[in-house]
Structures are given as structure tokens and as C-alpha cells.
């Protein structure tokens, strides 16, 4: 049961490249996200899957795209990556139904550089 | 005004000794309340769940003040292995899940 699992754990990219992250989940959440964390600002939420079918921007969407592939997938991809996008990317997700536990599931992070 | 704001910290505290940190929220809507906690260079992981006016789990304290928008962690008879930030996040019934930036804390022996 491997939970939450992010791939790549590790890219370099140059600027203007573009890239998918890709997170699957094996927990049957509904909900999925991706956020990413620069020393000092914490967590940021980019882009949210309330359930199948659907997603939402989050506080900082500009430069990313998701999909949700289907219950288990959630990728994001950056079309043409700026190195202000150099940060740790974590997938997340969560139950979406009955008493809202609040907890959120994350997995390891992908680090992502942008020269 | 932030949605979600904590003191950076770092905190650095003895072994042994008891620390509190506060975190404030804008969102008077807020339902219910979580502290994660996340170790350096891993993911976030719950720590506790605050649904009324606080919970307590062994040497750890939440409490909340609604009337001030704010909710607090203590820690009792701190361990080096507490050593980590301690993420706030305040839930609304959505699921547009912020979490406040973190503050920091060193248990030093």
C-alpha cells in the first residue's frame, strides 16, 4: 500500500522547458492537490481536484495546468517552466466524504529546479 | 490580511520545557482546525484535530478562540524529537485547504 507517490523525486529543468508532474494515489480519496513550498512560505495550493472530473485554481495557478486523469491521477504541468518555479511540489489527498477529518494525505515531494 | 498567520519562530527551547505557539485566521467561517507537523525536507503529517474548543493528545494542547480567530498548540516537556515547523491550517467545509506558513521549533538538550 504505497498511499501517495509523486514522480519524478527530482528534476532539473532549463527555463523555457516544459514538464508534468505526476502523483497517484491508491487510498480511493476523492479529493486530490498540489502545492508547492519555498523556504518561508510554506505550503501554497496551486491546483485542487474536489473529486473526479473536476478542478479548481488554487491561491497561485499561473504557469500551471492540471488533470485529473481519473480518481487515482492528478498531474500538473508546467508548459514553460521560469525559475520561479524552482520549488518542492506535494501531491496530497483526502477523503472528501462524511465528517471532514481534515486530514490530508501527502506524498514524498518532487524537487523541481528551474536554471 | 493573510488567511491563515503564524509567528516564523524559530522557537528554540530547552528539553524539557513547555512551548506555545499561536496561529490567527481571517475566515470567521472556519470550522474546524488542524495543526500538521513536518520535519525538514519532508512531507506534512497531522498532528492533532480541533473541532470545538480544543483537544489534548498526550503532551501536546490545542485550544481555540473563536472570539479572537485564533488557535494555539502547547507542548509540554519538550523532546528533541519535537523539533520540526508546526503548520496551521484552518478548514472552512470546502475544499480549498490553506495552510498557514509554519513555525519553526528547536528542542536543543
Known amino acids: 500500500n504505497a498511499g501517495v507517490t509523486q514522480t519524478p523525486k527530482f528534476q532539473v529543468l532549463k527555463t523555457g522547458q516544459s514538464m508534468t508532474l505526476q502523483c497517484a494515489q491508491d487510498?480511493?480519496?476523492?479529493?486530490m492537490y498540489w502545492y508547492r513550498q519555498d523556504p518561508g512560505m510554506g505550503l501554497r495550493l496551486i491546483y485542487y481536484s474536489a473529486s473526479e472530473g473536476t478542478t479548481d485554481k488554487g491561491e497561485v495557478p499561473n504557469g500551471y495546468n492540471v488533470s485529473r486523469l481519473n480518481k487515482r491521477e492528478f498531474s500538473l504541468r508546467l508548459e514553460s517552466a521560469a525559475p520561479s518555479q524552482t520549488s518542492v511540489y506535494f501531491c496530497?489527498?483526502?477523503?472528501?466524504?462524511?465528517?471532514?477529518?481534515?486530514?490530508?494525505?501527502f506524498g514524498e515531494g518532487s524537487r523541481l529546479t528551474v536554471l | 490580511r493573510k488567511e491563515v498567520e503564524q509567528d516564523p519562530g524559530p522557537f528554540n527551547v530547552p528539553e524539557g520545557a513547555t512551548v506555545a505557539f499561536n496561529c490567527t485566521y481571517s475566515?470567521?467561517?472556519?470550522?474546524?482546525f488542524f495543526w500538521y507537523r513536518q520535519d525538514c525536507r519532508k512531507e506534512p503529517k497531522l498532528l492533532m484535530s480541533v473541532y470545538s474548543s480544543g483537544n489534548e493528545d498526550g503532551r501536546f494542547t490545542a485550544q481555540l478562540n473563536r472570539a479572537s480567530q485564533y488557535i494555539s498548540l502547547l507542548i509540554r516537556d519538550s523532546k528533541l524529537s519535537d523539533s520540526a515547523t508546526y503548520l496551521c491550517v484552518p478548514f472552512t467545509g470546502g475544499f480549498k485547504t490553506i495552510f498557514g506558513a509554519g513555525t519553526r521549533l528547536f528542542v536543543k538538550a
Open positions: 487510498m480511493n480519496h476523492n479529493s
Open positions: 475566515n470567521s467561517a472556519s470550522q474546524s
Open positions: 496530497a489527498t483526502y477523503l472528501g466524504e462524511g465528517r471532514n477529518t481534515g486530514e490530508l494525505f
